[in-house]
T-cell receptor, first 111, second 114 residues
């Protein structure tokens, strides 16, 4: 089977750095996505990792270790608008575009 | 503008009254899918389609139907809705054959069945 785990909630301060972890167990791993979702809105794409290492995109970075089944999303210089749910999702070989989602991490950014 | 459009955004209905939620994408994507999102459970796939006239069950297909008569449209049909289908629904589309292809999501449909 497959299993994706993320912390349910996190709180951080404006201007700080926060790391959101995701662990997964799945066969046929073919890449990991991070999505951001504001309350009641559609998820929007943040990053994609398929090889080990760090992908940086502005204030957001994502890391993957395939051997450990582990990823994290790093958010720097936090802003109030970063308060949202962050979804980790795994893609598998031969499953087309299917994504298997974790339950999401609700991040609250406080002044 | 690349987008996935769902309608309606909000719907309240009664048990047993058939309803359809429409989904349309303008990116010529082969892959389309429906998810439901419930507190504590995350996004779960209901049905998906890899191309016209090709559909298959996802992880929670019971009580739902879909069709893919045209590439751009992928409606979700609830023949006899029940209260346990009260949820937030998302349609998504992406390219097939590119594992890095991001999924584009519609705005969501909040369905309440009373």
């Amino acid at each position: 089977g497959q299993n994706i785990d993320q912390p349910t909630e996190m709180t951080a301060t404006e201007g700080a750095i926060v790391q959101i972890n995701c662990t997964y167990q799945t066969s046929g791993f073919n890449g990991l996505f991070w999505y951001q979702q504001h309350a009641g809105e559609a998820p929007t794409f943040l990053s994609y990792n398929v090889l080990d290492g760090l992908e940086e995109k502005g204030r957001f970075s994502s890391f993957l270790s395939r051997s450990k089944g582990y990823s994290y999303l790093l958010l720097k210089e936090l802003q109030m608008k970063d308060s949202a749910s962050y979804l980790c999702a795994v893609n598998r070989y031969n499953q087309g575009g299917k994504l298997i989602f974790g339950q999401g991490t609700e991040l609250s950014v406080k002044p | 503008e690349a987008q996935v459009t769902q309608n309606p955004r909000y719907l309240i209905t009664v048990t047993g009254k058939k309803l359809t939620v429409t989904c349309s994408q303008n990116m010529n994507h082969e892959y389309m899918s429906w998810y439901r999102q419930d507190p504590g459970l995350g996004l779960r796939q209901i049905y998906y389609s890899m191309n016209v006239e090709v559909t298959d069950k996802g992880d929670v297909p019971e009580g739902y139907k879909v069709s893919r008569k045209e590439k751009r449209n992928f409606p979700l049909i609830l023949e006899s809705p029940s209260p346990n289908q009260t949820s937030l629904y998302f349609c998504a589309s992406s390219l097939i054959g590119d594992s890095a292809a991001e999924a584009f999501f519609g705005q969501g449909t909040r369905l309440t069945v009373v």
